[in-house]
């Protein structure tokens, strides 16, 4: 969730996590979350393709002569249908080429770019007509912009390359709006609404162009506010009636301890913020708010007359502005609570927020940490972007603060680790999660909407970018975890609150990959193109001897009727490899650094399995890790979205723990795999083997992961073949062995599904 360049939430002032605005990146139109539009489903980038011919005059922004200046716009374009037909004529053919070719790329679209396209790239009218025109403003740049398109497709090979795409592509993006440099046209408001559907067309073709390219910002995919928040009101109806009823029943009631730093709030949002803690199902809390030297005396007056009418809350002044991690901590130093609950002094809690926290603690008492799942809330009251987490997932937390609100932590342990550390301001809950990470497992996850996060202008719920040091705080974090752990590596910035760690890879191992049946040529060479420097061997399975090898290509003869596990486990026997790839035959990376990542992560001590990011020719996610459904079915989460996707789940672009991971690309260590006695082979698909592999892993103590900086693409179309239900079974009892559960998914995805 967030815009297309944040991704992360804040606490007052700001703090990393995620969240932020849902501004559409495929609609220019589109509204912010400040706006009270927020949380709106956006549209997959091909169908903003447009009908270039007619007009879309908008409404003037001009307040005094807006609607004079809109109706003479309108009133000029009638007469601009025939002028705007001879201009684009030519261009047509072009824009219908193109949008054939992208929206189902393949092998041949460079071939084709270079072929048809070029031949349609100028745009300028010929015969009479032609000797007018070309003076017409925006055929020029027109023209310029079709030939860089040209040069762009003609240059990307197969699959279609990514090294040194966003470059290109940006500046394709500038050369958008062919009329930018026109600014002395004669008539050019008119010339601009004949323009305007092209140059609409172009910015959409580049949109396209960063999702087939991997180098495009999230389309954000979350349910619409309306809807979502009727859902949402019903939802917690039964919520807070079945918890209350529960509540009868709780033989031990802790104490609970909110702790808030405020800051300059205003006024009807403070006491909005109290009345929710107020309302609470659960009474047996305490309120303990800091006034951090706000230059409004509105802010004391307020809390000064809540703690009057409620003894369970605590008040107190800072003399001057501490800053939000000491005035969090002089709340805290108020707390008596055996937990300790984080609000931030513009949001709201449900109103079953400290009931289902306290039923969760009366079911699991160990429990250190408890978290849930939250939303956000506009000033309308209009509920949007909720997000669904995953239980505990040291591989997420590390890369995003996914954990944000609502957090509840065992109060010993909290001053234990020094509670909030000065010099993490904007990712202080962040840097303070990884300190608890680190010294306890016990994370609780509860699967339910308890925290509201209001959006205010200026604040990070609407905008992460609007605060760049919050960011780099949280890198600063997630780097200093890595030393405390004693883990090689370096932490960077992907884009606000979202952090990418590069693992380090010891010396020059020897990588084995095993390929499911015999490449082409043009595949042999495509994945051999990107080997980053490691000592790459290739096992190809043929059935019959004779095949000739070369110095990293190598055949092994397999008997045609070996089920997949059987001919895995024959290539391995031959394999020379520390680490061993599973390579499905046409999935090819697009540029350097995928063999990198996933053999950095799979040498990880505890990693198991590790899984790349596999996208379709057009840019749709096909494999971003698997997880499992109450029945131990298997689910694709993002499959079918265009890649990168921000949603109710999060990122298809986040590394994250997962429970299993595809086959088509799969890497673990050598030791590994024997230990685990290599493939079973009596699966008869080579999904099944690979799931099975990873539940048994897991079963092991391993890790599984999902690393999405390994992107691949697949360029083969899959055979349909029917699911076996003998690997249905057996896929069923490895599920019940392992525990009836994937606690990296979530039981409530469903409620939130955009169409």
């Known amino acids: 969730m967030g815009t297309a360049d944040s991704e992360g939430p804040r606490n007052p002032r700001g703090t990393s996590g995620v969240g932020g605005a849902t501004l559409d990146p495929t609609n220019p139109k589109a509204s912010s979350a400040s706006s009270g539009a927020a949380g709106g489903r956006a549209g997959p980038p091909h169908d903003v393709f447009v009908e270039v011919l007619g007009f879309d005059v908008p409404r003037s922004h001009r307040a005094r002569w807006g ?7 309108r009133w000029g374009t009638r007469g601009l249908s025939p002028l705007q037909r001879w201009v684009l004529d030519r261009q047509l053919r072009f824009d219908l080429r193109l949008r054939a070719l992208i929206r189902a790329p393949d092998h041949t679209l460079s071939e084709r770019a270079r072929e048809e396209l070029s031949r349609l790239a100028d745009p300028r009218p ?15 740049a027109q023209r310029a912009w079709n030939l860089a398109v040209v040069a762009l497709l003609s240059n990307a090979g197969w699959p279609l390359r990514t090294e040194g795409a966003a470059e290109a592509l940006d500046a394709l993006e500038a050369r958008c709006d062919v009329l930018s440099q026109e600014a002395r046209a004669v008539g050019l408001p008119l010339w601009r609404e004949l323009w305007r559907r092209q140059v609409a067309f172009n910015h959409a073709t580049v949109r396209l162009l960063r999702h087939l390219l991997g180098a495009a910002r999230p389309v954000v995919l979350l349910p619409a506010p309306e809807s979502y928040t009727r859902e949402a009101l019903a939802q917690e109806a039964r919520e807070v009636r079945d918890a209350t009823a529960a509540l009868a029943r709780l033989a031990h009631r802790p104490r609970i301890s909110l702790v808030t730093p405020a800051w300059e709030t205003p006024v009807d949002v403070l006491r909005a913020c109290v009345a929710s803690v107020r309302a609470q199902e659960y009474p047996h809390w305490e309120l303990c708010i800091v006034d951090d030297g706000s230059r409004s005396a509105a802010v004391a007056d307020v809390l000064r007359e809540a703690a009057a009418g409620d003894a369970r809350i605590r008040f107190e002044r800072l003399e001057s502005n501490q800053g939000i991690a000491r005035a969090t901590n002089a ?7 055996e937990y300790v609950g984080f609000l931030d002094h513009d949001d709201l809690l449900a109103p079953h927020a400290l009931a289902e926290v306290a039923l969760r603690l009366g079911e699991t008492p160990d429990a250190d940490v408890v978290y849930s799942d939250e939303d956000k809330v506009d000033a309308r009251g209009l509920r949007f972007a909720p997000y669904l987490k995953p239980a505990l997932s040291p591989e997420l937390l590390r890369a995003v603060n996914y954990v944000c609100h609502f957090l509840v932590v065992r109060a010993s342990l909290l001053r234990e680790v020094g509670g909030i550390r000065p010099g993490f301001e904007g990712a202080q809950d962040h840097d303070l999660l990884l ?26 719920a609407t905008d992460a970018s609007a605060k760049p040091a919050a960011s780099e705080a ?8 890595l030393a405390r752990m004693g883990e090689g590596g370096s932490a960077e910035t992907v884009a606000p609150g979202l952090y990418r760690i590069r693992h380090p890879l010891v010396g020059r191992p020897r990588v084995s990959v095993l390929l499911s049946e015999s490449p082409t040529d043009s595949e042999l060479a495509a994945l051999l193109a990107f080997t980053d420097d490691l000592d790459v061997e290739v096992r190809v399975p043929v059935p019959s001897p004779g095949a000739a090898s070369t110095s990293n290509v190598i055949p092994v003869e397999v008997d045609a009727a070996l089920t997949p596990g059987a001919v895995a486990n024959r290539l391995l026997r031959e394999a020379r490899g520390e680490l061993i790839l599973v390579l499905e035959a046409g999935t090819l990376p697009t540029g350097p650094g995928w063999l990198r990542e996933l053999a950095s992560q799979a040498s990880r001590p505890g990693v198991g399995v590790v899984g790349a990011r ?6 749709q996610v096909l494999e971003a890790g698997l997880r499992f459904d109450a029945e131990g079915r298997v689910l694709r989460p993002f499959a079918g979205q265009f890649d990168p996707t921000l949603g109710a789940f999060g990122g298809s672009h986040w590394p994250r723990d997962v429970r299993a991971v595809s086959s088509a690309c799969a890497m673990i260590r050598r030791e590994v795999l024997e230990s685990l006695g290599g493939w079973d082979a009596a699966f008869t698909s080579d999904e099944a083997r690979g799931v099975d592999l990873c539940l048994r892993a897991g079963e092991a103590g391993l890790r599984v992961l999902y690393a999405p900086h390994a992107r691949l693409v697949r360029t083969r179309a899959r055979e349909g073949a029917p699911a076996a239900s003998h690997d249905a079974d057996r896929l069923r009892e490895a599920w019940v062995r392992a525990g ?14 955009t169409p």
């Open 67 to 73: 609607p004079i200046i809109t109706a003479a716009k």
């Open 126 to 140: 010929g015969g009479a007509v032609g000797r007018w025109l070309p003076s017409v403003p925006g055929l020029e």
């Open 331 to 337: 709340a805290l130093a108020l707390a008596t609570g």
């Open 435 to 460: 300190r608890l990470m680190e010294r306890t497992p016990r994370f609780e996850h509860i699967p339910r909407v308890l925290y509201h996060w209001r959006t205010l202008p200026g604040s990070t």
């Open 474 to 481: 949280g890198r600063r974090a997630v780097a200093e975890h």
């Open 614 to 619: 596999i996208v379709s020719p057009g840019g």
């Open 740 to 753: 009836r559960t994937d606690p990296t998914g979530h039981p409530r995805l469903g409620f939130v599904q």
